[in-house]
């Protein structure tokens, strides 16, 4: 059976909160486990925040904004965008140096410390995913997975959905080519996103408004030693960058 326990009780994180021990502190674990973090914490102990207030918008980030949106925000969406793939002022869909495709480049100012601040995504989210694996395996004396957290849009569907930005200690992909249905058609493109799955179970209890920003997957045979990166569709196969 497979149980999605909230993690509460959380404070706010500031920068240079040790995550491991507050949530090893808030949740028993047990072998197994997938512990499933929202960036937004992440971001906040590492000190990926930003204050709007001293940033000086360039043209580019003037025109992006349009007359509704923030051009200091958007300054900041072009600083951490490897480029720029769609625009419709002030929406932007960016690239970003990790390589994932999202709304302003992951830079959000919801769940910010304070106002006129914004949210930045990790500067590697595998490498902050392996660190709190350490940290709370260190504490805990279980063998975890980890999974940071951010929500996407999808092209051609409506809502956001939770996926895996990093991740340690599990397989994220599940490659059934190869294998054979149940009436032996073999299948040749199937490749499960395991990780994404088990961050989008995750936000049934986390989410933006209801300040749970941690939630433990229980009950899944997942352990491996890959990497969110793998989650990223290669140029060569992309149908629509």
């Excluded at 025109?63 to 509704?68: N, R, S, T, V, W």
């Excluded at 408004?209 to 939630?215: D, G, I, K, Q, S």
């Amino acid at each position: 059976m497979i149980s999605i326990i909230p993690v509460e009780g959380l404070p706010e994180i500031a920068e240079g909160d040790d995550l491991a021990a507050m949530i090893a502190a808030a949740v028993t674990l047990e072998d197994g486990d997938v512990v499933c973090v929202a960036h937004k914490v992440v971001s906040k102990a590492e000190g990926r925040v930003a204050q709007l207030d001293g940033v000086v918008p360039s043209e580019r980030a003037h025109e992006l904004a349009g007359h509704d949106g923030d051009p200091r925000r958007l300054e900041l969406v072009l600083r951490e965008a490897a480029r720029i793939l769609r625009a419709r002022p002030p929406l932007v869909i960016a690239e970003t140096r990790h390589g994932f495709v999202c709304a302003s480049a992951g830079v959000d100012a919801s769940n910010a410390p304070e106002a006129d601040m914004v949210v930045l995504l990790p500067e590697d989210p595998d490498a902050s995913a392996a660190l709190l694996r350490a940290g709370l395996e260190e504490r805990t004396g279980k063998s975890l997975g980890v999974v940071v957290t951010d929500t996407f849009g999808r092209a051609w569907r409506f809502g956001i959905v939770n996926v895996a930005i990093g991740a340690a200690g599990i397989d994220v992909l599940r490659d059934l080519r190869g294998e054979h249905d149940p009436v032996g058609y073999e299948l040749h493109s199937t490749v499960i996103a395991v990780a994404d799955e088990i961050a989008a179970a995750a936000e049934l209890v986390m989410g933006k408004t209801e300040r749970v920003p941690v939630a433990v997957v229980r009950g899944l045979d997942v352990a491996g030693e890959s990497t969110a990166r793998e989650l990223i569709m290669p140029p060569d196969l992309d149908l629509f960058r």
